[in-house]
């Protein structure tokens, strides 16, 4: 990861004289909160080499935290909440960790849940508004999924910024992808255009782990879990049957972090197949010849395939797109499984192919306990940020520490697998698979 | 359950006139250990009406447990082990239990595992025999599976037979569903017709928790155990999203025990379609006019549906057979999906459908804490009977009791979810849905 | 289990006349409700001889279930729930199930949820009374523990009937143990004297399993599920270290049924103490002879230990009751602790002990998909019962069937784990240990 | 953490000569694997300032990861793992995954398990040595413990270092906390004194998670997962009865990391008491009157106590010292549930107290997946270290990095949780306590 280049400082509404509510809640005699200066940044890139002889100060991000002043007051600020895309283990403790922290720590007792994502924002879908609180958000992270529901598809920029301004949002939080992070930004533009004070501070959502500058997103470790379920059962429909073969597909568009990861986690792979390393299945050195080595060998495998995974292998003339602008990409996981069978079927060697698909059950789920605890901070330092005044903001974790990366940094990029790095040199190891297939 | 008649006594190779090595374990001033006598027997039809008079006393069978007296000379005994069809939770338990009783309790050191189920019989196939003893079964229950692999499909019983005198096995331990009953059955009369001293043991298996005279079969708590997290992904999928649509396939090819114990394990669901009921899909009586009558008015749907749910709406002439022998169900999983979503794009309503088939996630499971003890007493009981010389008898639980079940009493028949009794009346309660769409 | 004799008729509060909201339910040409007739049974005792010509009539249960006809008026009725004792899995699965039986199905809106036991009906507590709903209910069952809380001990008869006059309730359902069902046969003593149409239906709960005529206890599964964890903790620490021993405290006041299945489901123990089973501790026969023995020959051992297990080896001066009247157990898991490190330190052997007591782990969990769809049963018969005007009746399951056991039938005496039985004889082939350790 | 000064370079054996095979398993046309070069870096402290004009060169770790060149001929190296100290979930990860890497990436073939920690080194205690290769390490990492044993205690240093001279070892991998460390620190020194060439390398093990230059340690995540559970379970024993308090203790010696992580999992504590932060009992200001004010305005309280919390309330006098050297702690947990018992009875309130203590289940656990991964990493990465011939190093994970830390570094010293950093700061939110409690 080089040149980063974000000196651009993070924008703010206006500046921040209030004192922060958090200051008055400590007591004669207590430690005094910790507040984070607006100048303490976290260093981007930690690899040096021992020759350098210096660091540009540039590349660094600002700490994310309470501030010790804000510039919103309390108890005139009406903040939102939505969450958008797929669903994503943690979305529950994100919403109740915002919620808890404007209520109880900073006093702000408005706070809107909009219901299914942006189409909450446009009067057409006629979604009510949540109001949200303690009592609300009580026992919600128990729960997968999201209380405040969700959507595919952007919606007009112009009706979501009207919909803020008719419910005087002081600030906004936006949970989601990609596609939201995208909408996030054009809604902060069309905010600047109207001159409105309104904060939008993004929390950046990706089963997929791949989002540009974000390190770990909320729900990956919680996917891992419980894809290895999924990989066990494979293993042991593979090694049950004779010339038995598990097709495990996991989630995955653009990157395979979570088929890589889970292949780790669960060490019972002989292939993973990824985005980011193209695959040729036919010829002498395809995919397809070495799993029948494998299987007149081993006399089973165990198959990973990432949902983004082989996208050349099917013709360019069928692309389509959903509702989120996002390609709607062919089932990579279907194609193999016919593509497996006919190459079996026509060399004459019965096999017994097993496919799972377990997308919605790891989906859907509630968080673990450690993304639970991650997700309770990243909601933490996004009402910190809002407070503070500060909007075009995503909340990240980056090299052990919760940063405000812009918007403008992050989107339209995407962080993907490297092919000589640590995890799939370890996949290679792991898996013997070759590096890869070409005809 | 009507008309039990099982006055047959089930078949034993000769008279037991060999004390029990477990007579002999017991200490001077230690309990004796109790054994069975052959003639206690357990009630079949427990439901009297208080103004009859009197019990056949016909309808009772064997119970299960040690003889004091054995048929076969422990040191001299070679058993064998053979699971066979899908896999199931439990099989490694049932393995490992039998080993241990045969090896630890009675003394019985040559124990061979039949590789890939009936295949394992067949000289063509080269698939080795594995030596089973306590040090091959440590720990095996803690992984899904099962270490003896398995196959579908029958296999020609002479050679089978064949294969069990090439080998001098006396006990035969025979762990399947219908299909391998079935071939149990064939095999013993194959062996009956040679003069064979060949006892073949049946442990039914059928994660459909199908087979007739036995009231429950192992795995199946397991099952309903992780069924419950595809409902829950279903239900927070449908809740998540405007006109949320979650579809769950579970296990049943001819019965709903899996799919309605399941909704009421996790009562998320509002429709659940299983194969005693018949359904039909248009007209306005239908299910698809009840799926759209509820997105309408309560925004979001789950439907649970049984594999073996609907095969009357499938196109007669396409009925195919697989190895096993069982008929090759349509996907009714795939095909309700495609019939939802033509029905809401017809009617021009936007629905948001997600579809989960947990069922290889499933199966693939170690077995549960309660399936795992449940499995010891299968695997314990079935050794006593087969030491005791016993044969053609399934091991069962009934009324609360492990029983003999002659095999002739149980194959052939199925036992099926009763639409007028407690489960499925508490499924129409639970979930609202009527009793069943006409067109 | 001999010479039952429970002729004696569940006692109704008057005719049952009115017709049952559930046959109205039933709509033309849909299969109806299959309602139990008051004359359905079910056999107590099911092992027969072969040689015995006729089974008593007498012993048998009233089935549970649905009657055509009911006692109460829905429209003007009003229900309570109480929970008492310790927690188990479970409780709020039985809560609901009776909350959603009465509301939707019996259309009875006015629910009442007695706090914290029996101490929820006497004036000076000052507890509030919940109204329960479906609201109210929602979810609760992903949760351990009670919504309604409990309390140990009894309170005035008197003042609880009062209450329930007060509060002009019809039928009270009472979830708890033994000491609760003593308390509900002096409820009904006192409802009777006064001449009251008040129904009291118990639902008996017990951890322990040992409820006598009560096959199974919700919650029991449960437990034996995860204390299956705290055996596997013993297993690994003891196996880690020299001469390590691990030592684990599972529940069983007067029964070993929870140590003795958990100790089948994770076969590690070499060692299972039981109330059933008396145990000397010193001499050339006794157990920690026997576990030096072990210990000298496979370095490590692991024990499990029933809570009530070798009471004997107590002081008989210091018997104490707790609130609810039940003895005071000593507790002999720091009891055996400390003898163990005695026996080892006088004999100059170095041991590495660790003990392991999970039980508020285990008591306060939710309950597992089995138990959920048990305790929906016990939840839905108790409602059946008690609007059909029968009472001073258990909800039971009994030889698969659910039934109505008199509480004159069951109170007062308990089950106990046979120690010729299957259960316990399976243990001593499991751990292999001495049946048990005299002096 | 400030002022960092480790200039000192990691020791190495000797210069690295021979190409690594990782090298020759690369195939032509395949991406090479990507070796880390000795210059590579990995910045300690990432926290700058905006105003900051420069960073110290000196304050980086080597990164750890693959050499091009290696120092030992993998064909006649010999290898030995030892794992020492408390239990921790993942030690069976470690030990497979440096065993997979040897094995049969550098075709190390010779490896030996040092068995029951340092004792498996001194011939009096009479330990086998296990040889480990890929069939020994099969499908350990699903069972909790380690393979190898541990003990507790530190053992001659010249009689370590004679066992390794005697079975010719290149490489040492030694798993294990504060005392291990120290003890690897001086067998590296003894080894260097008598001039021999064995590298050895620590992996720092500690479930409390405060090893000092060490971000993450392995089991620290599968312990705060479990933990929730005892937290839930406290949570539902206090809420269900009336003054219910539940009290938990969890691991942390020296630090609060473990029992603030696990509370802000499953935020249900009322109070959290940690080593770092001084607590006093008594008095209007103290804890025990905190507590008796949120019985009195609540009704119930969690509390949850680190092992080495409240160590002043302790009579100096008692300090005594464990084989390993570790001051043996007071158990707070037992003088805690005495104290609470003795100020609420001296009140005359009636309260319903609960202990629970998940120690030894949490620390015999299995990892979960994302410690398997994370185990996985450190231990390939322990090998390539190795392989290289450095020594005296540590593998840690810091800044989102793998790196080599110098024994002399971390060693001696401990990490600690800021009582004014995040994690703290959001404890006290969550629970609302004082930050605390002084006379």
Redesign the interface.
């Known amino acids: 990861m080089k040149n980063f280049d974000f000196c651009t400082d993070i924008p703010t509404l206006g500046e921040a004289k209030i004192i922060s509510p958090l200051k008055k809640h400590t ?1 004669p ?6 507040f984070i ?7 981007v890139d ?10 540009k ?1 540039n590349s ?1 991000f600002d ?1 994310a ?2 501030r010790e002043k804000i510039y919103f007051d309390p108890s005139k600020l009406k903040c939102a909440i939505v969450t958008c895309g797929g ?1 994503c283990p943690g979305l529950n403790d994100i919403i109740r960790s915002i919620v808890l ?1 404007l209520y ?2 900073y006093n702000v007792k408005t706070i809107y849940g909009i219901k ?1 994502g942006l ?1 909450g924002f446009i009067p057409d ?1 006629q ?1 009510d508004v949540m109001n949200l609180n303690p009592d609300s958000v009580s ?1 919600i992270q ?5 209380i405040l ?3 595919r598809g952007t919606q007009d920029i112009g009706m979501i910024v009207d919909c803020l301004e008719r419910m005087t949002i002081g600030i906004l939080f936006m949970v989601g992808g990609d596609g939201t992070l995208m909408a996030s930004k054009r809604i902060v533009e069309e905010i600047e255009k109207r001159n409105l004070k309104i904060s939008v501070i993004g929390i950046p959502k990706t089963i997929d782990n791949d989002i540009y500058l974000v ?1 770990r997103s909320f729900g990956f ?1 919680t996917a ?2 419980v ?4 990989i ?6 593979a ?4 010339n038995g073969i ?1 097709l495990v597909k996991l989630m995955g568009r653009h990157s395979g972090f979570l088929a890589a ?2 292949a ?4 019972d792979a002989n292939f993973v197949l990824i985005p980011e390393v193209d695959i040729s299945l036919d010829g002498k050195n395809g995919f397809l010849q070495a799993l029948e080595n494998r299987i007149l060998h081993r006399k089973h495998a165990v198959v990973i395939v990432a949902e983004g995974a082989g996208q050349k292998l099917f013709d360019k003339q069928q692309k389509k797109f959903d509702p989120s602008g996002n390609i709607v990409l062919q089932d990579i996981g279907l194609f193999l499984k016919e593509k497996i069978s006919q190459w079996f079927k026509a060399k004459n060697i019965p096999i ?1 192919l ?5 997308s ?6 509630p968080a ?3 993304d ?2 991650f997700c ?2 990243l909601g ?1 330092d996004a009402v910190h940020a809002g407070m503070a005044g500060k909007t075009k903001l995503l909340i990240s974790f ?5 940063v405000h990366v812009p918007m403008d940094a992050a989107s339209g990029k995407r962080k993907n697998l490297d ?4 995890l799939w ?2 996949i290679l ?1 792991a898996t013997g698979q ?3 297939f ?1 005809d």
């Open positions: 007591k005699g207590e430690p005094e909160k910790r200066s607006d100048d303490a940044r976290v260093i930690v690899q040096i080499n021992r020759l350098q002889s210096d660091l100060k660094s700490q935290g309470p669903l922290e109880h720590i299914h189409q879908f979604h026992g128990n729960t997968g999924g999201s529901g969700s959507s390190s470790d891992v879990d894809a290895t379920l999924a066990k059962g494979a293993h042991n429909e090694i049950a049957y004779p598990g990861t889970a780790l986690a669960q060490q017994s097993k496919y799972i698909d377990p919605y059950i790891i989906r859907s789920l673990n306990a450690n639970s605890v309770g901070f933490r980056w090299n052990n520490h919760y092919p000589q790095g640590k040199q370890s190891e070759d590096t890869f070409t």
